[in-house]
């Protein structure tokens, strides 16, 4: 039997069937860019002040005065969470005509009895809007966006066993369609309650699809097409589907109709099920090897390539399985001194990448400017960016890419403090170099974490990694927040976070040119800025090679 990757180049690496194939399981990952930051224009909150009861025998001079003016930042507004006692505003306007006349400092305040007026300008209305989710309730607005992401940290324990289980096939249309179903409910919830349990239920179908597509197209094709399907094929179908939400949002100013009209697009991958083939990897592990060997011969047809007569035997299948079952638990990463220190600096750089990608992404509306054209350059500026890291892995060794793209990404988060108000649009520019930073650190990171591993514990290393990403998108809502407070305090924020990230990569060893490290054992060293290794380890190796058998590892990046 040939070696599996041997197999799939003997089939040709990029014959006409992996082309469309490459384009298909690209695109299923495309509704998960707009489904993913559709909060950002579902849960925005539009212009509001207390609303002030028609009934009442005001002009509207009297009425306009009914809500006190604060002042926020430089100027002052009306207030969103007070007004004036209305029986005290009933009495004064008949003794007082003019309102001008009497001063309103002494007059007693109160809480918004009769809820609140919102403005029209933007949206129709918002989650915000028809919830009342302002003041004392404000939290539950950032409740709805990281309960999202608590769906996405269940779906990343999940969403490997299931695969591994059921199959990636099976698990990528299985998501794809509860993605579907759950956007579309989520636009008749009834309440804020029904719209976070639905919301937590589509970020877990969100990750699962996703991952289910990474790891299938991984394990179909060659080696050397991985690391281009994995940043320019699922990564820039996420940014197109990211470019697609303002386009869409700009026209459909209701959230319910917005949602459902986004979730539609679910429904076009159903023909996609008799074109996309189950993993053959997978099926030769269950020992369904005529599966997987018709597989072959079918791609090997549409190829215009003659397979051997012979593609396994059952020797090999049997290695191929008892590799697949080795015994080894989350314990071994904390094994030696070495490894937990990695795995230290790992879940720290995952968690601040996150918060920054996550904040950056979520702060749009909060940007000077349009901001359906801000979130449209948000996912734009994500294109380049993927398009930059699989440059970086093809070309520069792992540790200059990414603490260069996050020293990038962070160091212009400090200068926006010091753009004067009439040049806003400098400023969002320099949001978007940050954004830019944060994207193509976000592809690095998965190649060069799936290095650092070794293969015994590889799955559990990149896993916990993960998880550590997921908890940062929690938070990540309430990073943005702080703007309320201080218009610059999340980029100085992320942007600090992003630089401390950036020292600590270079703690860690380099990777590229290096042989994948098997055992524990046989892991780089730290210390200090310089890697410490064996002769044998630090061999150079074919440049695509190595980074072909990178991208391998990754596949399975997401299964623990």
Known sequence: ????????????????YQKILFFVLSLTVFP???????????GDIPEHRCFVPENLNLSEAWRNRTIPLVLEGDKLQYSKCRRYRVDVIMNLSETFPDPDSFNMSD?????????????????????????????SNDWKGLFSMSVFFMGVLVGSFTSGQLSDRFGRKLVLFGNLALHTAFSMLQAFSPNWEIFCLLNFLIGL?????????FVLGSEILAKSIRIKYCTLGVCNSYALGYMILPLVAYFIRSWRMLLFTLSLPGLLYIPLWWFIPESPRWLLLKGRVQEAEAIFRHIA?????????????????????????QPYAFIHLVKTRNIRTIVIINLLVWMILAIGYFGLSLSTPNLHGDG?????????????????AWFFLQRFPRKISLSGTLLLGGIVLFFIQLIPSSLSALATVLVMIGKFGATSSFSIVYVYTAELFPTTVRNMG????????????????????????????????????TLLSTILILFLPETLNVPIPDTIDQMQKMKGFKC??????????????ATGENYMMVSKKEEN
């Open 1 to 16: 039997m040939q070696d599996y990757d041997e197999i799939t180049a003997l089939l040709r690496e990029w014959g006409p």
């Open 32 to 42: 998960n860019g707009f489904c993913g930051m559709s909060i950002v224009f579902v």
């Open 107 to 135: 007059v007693e305040q109160e809480p918004c009895l009769d809820g609140w007026e919102y403005s029209k300008d933007q949206y129709i209305s918002t989650i915000v809007s028809e919830w009342d989710l302002v003041c």
């Open 205 to 213: 179908a969100h990750i699962s699809n996703y991952v289910a597509a």
């Open 301 to 325: 047809k549409r190829n215009g390539v003659t397979p051997p007569e012979v593609l396994f035997n059952d020797l090999k299948l049997e290695d191929m399985k008892a590799s697949s079952k």
């Open 372 to 388: 359906y054209l801000n979130c449209f350059f948000s996912g734009a500026i994500e294109v380049p960016a993927h398009v930059a």
């Open 462 to 497: 990149v896993g916990l990694s993960s998880m550590a990403c997921r908890l940062g998108g929690i938070i990540s809502p309430y990073i943005f927040y702080l703007g309320i407070h201080h218009e610059f305090l999340p980029f100085i924020l992320i942007g600090g976070l």
């Open 532 to 545: 410490r290794s064996t002769d044998r380890y630090h061999s150079p190796v074919n440049r695509s090679e």
